[in-house]
């Protein structure tokens, strides 16, 4: 007898919060998270560039993801968290609010973003789930990345 069940994907999600909005991260995109050290700033670069860091031995360019993503700047705070992405070859930082939870999420379970959302913002984003009442919007990190 065949076996036809089919096997649903998942993927693992890092949820993360910039003001009063979740947001969500691949793990497969992310190769750690760590608490803000000493960064220097870089003078003359875009707004949302916060300087940049030594994390051993390498300099990481750190940016302030909330203005990335058009949204307030990220006051700093005990709670920040800087994600380190590996993006074309160089790691970058991205500096969040609070990183939230680690889950698991069912392919099935991503929608589209709706067709009302338009421009950049709809571009930054790749699907959205519901965790704990909340919606999270999953980070379209490529797009985001390699627009200024």
């Known amino acids: 007898m065949e076996n036809t069940e089919v096997k649903s994907q998942s993927v693992l999600v890092s949820i993360f919060r ?11 995109n992310v190769q750690e998270v760590v608490k803000i050290g000493k960064i220097t700033p870089v003078h003359n670069s875009h707004s949302f560039i916060v300087g940049v860091m ?6 990481v360019s750190v940016l302030d993801f909330g ?6 700047k990220i006051e700093e705070n005990q709670d920040n968290r800087i994600y380190i992405v590996n993006w074309n070859d160089e ?18 379970d991503l929608k589209s973003i709706p067709e009302n959302v338009q421009g950049k913002q709809k571009r930054y984003f ?9 919606l999270i919007s999953m980070v379209n990190l490529d797009y985001v990345l390699r627009n200024d």
């Open 126 to 134: 790749s699907n959205i789930f519901h965790f704990h009442g909340k």
């Open 18 to 28: 910039i003001g009063d909005a979740y947001f969500g991260i691949d793990t497969n």
């Open 67 to 72: 203005l990335k993503l058009d949204m307030e």
């Open 54 to 59: 030594n994390l051993r031995g390498k300099i």
């Open 91 to 108: 790691q970058v930082g991205l500096l969040v609010d609070e990183v939230s939870d680690t889950v698991e999420v069912e392919e099935t």
